[in-house]
């Protein structure tokens, strides 16, 4: 009896971790037994793979088979083990050469028919593969694009499992069979696309537009509070057209964990816009942290890493939901922690919150909630997470007059979307050598040891604290936004004037 040897990856989180995958062929009952804390997808694969190697049109061997998946601490979950296993199979009976194929990394899936189904988390395995020094890689044809974003790699796209025991062997290729997932659908018709967001789309709120900007240009967190009607989530949504485009190392780490999360369209393997999620209020918290108990899964935070979360009426979602955020918005990255294992999650987003005034959502002599009633409607939102929110913008509603004249005035996503980039190659010159990119990022005893305004610029803040209108916390957020001010004013440093407007942002006074 033999034994073979093949490469496989595990996922845990968005971290991918080398699996060595043997098989051996042993005296006792016929059968197949995994080893290496299977889960319940992996353990069906002993059928799925028997009928796959049979109808392939090989012999499946009647021996004792025990396949061994290791590490065998790690826990292993999905069914993209199967083509691995199937080939270590057949290598421990001595119909297939498996030489070519041990440095070699096998992901797909496999159908009963034998063809190979694209599986999720192709572009984090492949980049764990890639760490360790495995340059070819073996996919499903479904995963061929995604695989191909990680350079210096040589991905193998198979069709089915014929086709890769064809190339083991060295005969001819065999011709897959057509895949009706991968056929292109019937034109229903001539749809023209659907207009791209603009903020010039939104009139009559020029300080709303005002603090998009900034928020953009600096990375700080963003609080609308207003009626319906006055456009809170419309800049919530143009705000992603006004941020950078992506890095291909950003996008990198976008497109994993889509692809994760089994959200990447299949058209499109690459993300390159900054991502926008917006949650509805009754997403519980696994969905908006992430987690799961067989399966640990990014939410929506993660989801928006890179990107813009859109947390719409805010007071309707349960303030442990909320709170949750708290840890990922200090931190950048979701902790999510199972008795089996723990997974990181990267969540470094652009937070955006939107609240009426009141449960009515009237304004003005027009709300008939009592005032007890509207102070417990916003006071379901904690003070801690309001604290992260570096500018807060009070949103009325706009007269025909206002809207008619602010149309000579409201600019385009394009045009500020250029002041946003070159505000940010501002910030980032001033902090090359430091591990931050944005003035978000940068801690507050490094902000004021590294990058101190002028005195003058502090007299506000300091009678601010003296009447108690600020914490010592927020002095920092107010100077952070101070030096984004400086940046999209191109000055080298904040003056009285960008403080003055920084802290009236932070404090929802701005006019």
């Not at 595990?10 to 098989?23: I, K, R, S, Y």
């Not at 609308?224 to 989530?233: A, D, E, I, R, V």
Request: glycine share 10%.
């Amino acid at each position: 009896m033999g034994l073979a040897r093949t490469r496989a990856v595990a996922l845990l989180g968005v971290e991918g971790h080398n699996v060595e995958v043997e098989a051996h062929l042993g005296d006792g009952p016929a059968g197949l037994t995994l080893v290496g804390l299977p889960d319940t997808a992996l353990r069906e694969a002993r059928d799925r793979i028997r009928a796959a190697v049979i109808n392939s049109g090989e012999h499946w061997p009647e021996a004792h088979i025990t396949v061994s998946l290791s590490p065998a601490s790690l826990p292993k979950r999905g069914s993209g083990f199967d083509l691995s296993i199937a080939t270590a199979v057949l290598g421990a009976s001595g119909v297939l050469p498996t030489e070519g194929v041990y440095d070699a990394v096998l992901i797909a899936e496999l159908g009963l028919d034998g063809r190979t189904r694209a599986v999720r988390g192709v572009l984090p395995a492949v980049l764990a593969a890639v760490r360790k020094g495995h340059g070819t890689v073996v996919v499903a044809r479904g995963n061929a694009e995604e695989a191909r974003l990680v350079p210096d790699t040589e991905v193998v796209a198979v069709g089915s499992l014929a086709e890769l025991l064809a190339r083991l062997r060295g005969g001819p290729d065999v011709e897959p069979e057509p895949d009706p997932d991968d056929e292109p659908a019937e034109a229903v018709g001539d749809e023209a696309p659907r207009p791209r967001p603009d903020l010039a789309d939104v009139l009559g709120q020029p300080v709303a537009r005002r603090a998009v900007e900034i928020s953009a240009a600096g990375g700080h967190n963003l609080f609308l509070l207003g009626p319906p009607g006055t456009g809170k989530s419309l800049l919530a949504e143009r705000l992603p057209t006004v941020l950078p485009p992506l890095t291909m190392e950003e996008s990198i780490e976008v497109t994993a964990i889509h692809s994760i999360a089994g959200t990447l369209p299949k058209d499109k393997p690459l993300v390159t816009d900054p991502p926008f999620c917006d949650p509805h209020h009754t997403a519980t918290r696994a969905a908006i942290i992430g987690g799961g108990t067989s399966h640990l899964r990014p939410g929506s935070a993660s989801l928006a890493h890179r990107g813009v979360l859109f947390i719409d009426e805010a007071p309707e979602f349960s303030r442990g939901v909320l709170d949750s955020l708290r840890q990922p918005l200090e931190t950048g990255e979701v902790v999510v922690a199972r008795a089996a294992a723990t997974a990181r999650f990267p969540a470094r987003f652009l937070f955006v919150l939107a609240a009426n005034p009141c449960p009515c959502g009237k304004a003005g002599s027009a709300c008939t909630c009592p005032a007890l009633m509207r102070r417990r409607y916003l006071g379901r939102l904690s003070g801690p997470l309001l604290d992260r929110v570096d500018l807060k913008v009070e949103l009325q509603p706009v007269a025909r007059a206002e809207l008619l004249a602010d149309r000579a005035f409201a600019e385009s996503s394009l045009t500020v979307g250029e002041r946003v980039v070159q505000a940010r190659e501002r910030a980032a010159r001033r902090l090359a050598g430091t591990p931050w990119s944005t003035n978000a990022e940068v801690p507050g005893a490094e902000l004021r040891r590294r990058f101190p305004p002028p005195p003058a610029a502090l007299h506000i803040l300091g009678r601010a604290l003296d009447r108690g209108e600020i914490s010592a916390r927020g002095v920092d957020r107010v100077l952070r936004v101070s030096w984004t001010l400086a940046d999209l004013a191109e000055r080298g440093e904040p003056t009285v004037d960008d403080t003055g407007y920084a802290f009236a942002l932070w404090s929802g006074t701005a006019q």
